[in-house]
């Protein structure tokens, strides 16, 4: 039989079971809070080391592209630096209109930002090459603004590898010099003088090559 007191002897046990436990489960829910604490701080510093090489990553390409697009801009102008204009008001080109030395002389006006004159230019080189040992000599004169001598005249000449003579016509009096050129001459380019000492001929117009050629035969008669 239990006794009084060994029923509350129990009780304590039982009591101080429980308070063990509750002990336990609260340090076991401590452990676990550590431990997550813990594991989530890693992780956040993981987070932050990603995104800090990420970072550093993009940094690095945004500095290669930014020196690439640096070298490629030197490297421009390097490769143009060799390139000298020959630069005249009218008064200085005239004389190319007035040579009279027997040679059949193509002079085709032109410039980078005119898409006729640079479709057609081609054909202006396969003349010189093909007719330069028959006294044929062409001169391209361009028309270019003055600001776009380095930015588009010059990488121009460098990237077509232009064979024939190439000057620049910069005379902003054109009211002026276009009607000496020739009378007719609207001012619209392409256009294109081609003459053998007095005998001469103008073209405000585009040309094929067959055209272009068959014009400069009738010089060389």
Same mark, same amino acid.
């Given at each position: 039989?239990?006794?009084?007191?060994?029923?509350?002897?129990?009780?304590?046990?039982?009591?101080?079971?429980?308070?063990?436990?509750?002990k336990?489960?609260?340090?076991?829910?401590?452990?676990?809070?550590?431990?997550?604490?813990f594991?989530l701080?890693?992780?956040?510093?993981?987070?932050?080391?990603?995104?800090?090489?990420?970072s550093?990553?993009?940094?690095?390409?945004?500095?290669g592209v930014?020196?690439?697009?640096?070298n490629?801009?030197?490297?421009k102008?390097?490769?143009t630096?060799?390139?000298?204009?020959?630069?005249?008001?009218?008064?200085g080109?005239?004389?190319?209109?007035?040579?009279k030395?027997?040679k059949?002389?193509?002079?085709?006006f032109?410039?980078?930002?005119?898409?006729p004159?640079?479709?057609e230019? $081609?054909?202006?080189?396969k003349l010189?090459?093909?007719?330069k040992?028959?006294?044929?000599?062409v001169?391209?004169?361009?028309?270019d603004? $003055?600001?776009?001598?380095?930015?588009?005249?010059? $990488?121009?000449?460098?990237e077509k590898?232009?064979?024939?003579?190439?000057?620049?016509l910069d005379?902003?009096?054109?009211?002026t010099?276009? $009607?000496?050129?020739?009378?007719?001459w609207s001012?619209?380019?392409?256009?294109t003088?081609?003459?053998?000492?007095?005998?001469?001929?103008?073209?405000?117009?585009s040309?094929?090559?067959?055209?272009?050629q068959n014009?400069?035969?009738?010089?060389?008669?």
């Amino acid at each position: 039989m239990f006794t009084g007191s060994n029923i509350e002897m129990k009780i304590v046990i039982h009591k101080t079971k429980l308070h063990f436990l509750y002990k336990s489960l609260l340090n076991c829910r401590k452990c676990k809070e550590v431990l997550i604490n813990f594991m989530l701080m890693k992780l956040n510093v993981l987070i932050v080391v990603i995104l800090l090489m990420t970072s550093c990553k993009k940094n690095s390409k945004t500095a290669g592209v930014i020196k690439e697009s640096t070298n490629e801009v030197v490297e421009k102008e390097i490769k143009t630096s060799d390139i000298e204009l020959e630069i005249y008001d009218y008064a200085g080109f005239e004389k190319f209109l007035n040579s009279k030395n027997g040679k059949v002389y193509v002079i085709n006006f032109w410039a980078t930002w005119c898409a006729p004159c640079v479709r057609e230019l $081609p054909y202006f080189e396969k003349l010189n090459a093909e007719y330069k040992n028959d006294n044929v000599e062409v001169i391209l004169v361009s028309l270019d603004f $003055p600001h776009l001598y380095d930015k588009k005249l010059k $990488p121009f000449i460098k990237e077509k590898k232009l064979a024939s003579k190439v000057i620049v016509l910069d005379d902003v009096d054109m009211n002026t010099w276009i $009607p000496k050129v020739d009378e007719k001459w609207s001012g619209s380019i392409p256009a294109t003088v081609i003459y053998k000492n007095d005998n001469r001929r103008f073209y405000e117009q585009s040309f094929n090559y067959e055209e272009l050629q068959n014009e400069v035969k009738q010089f060389l008669k």
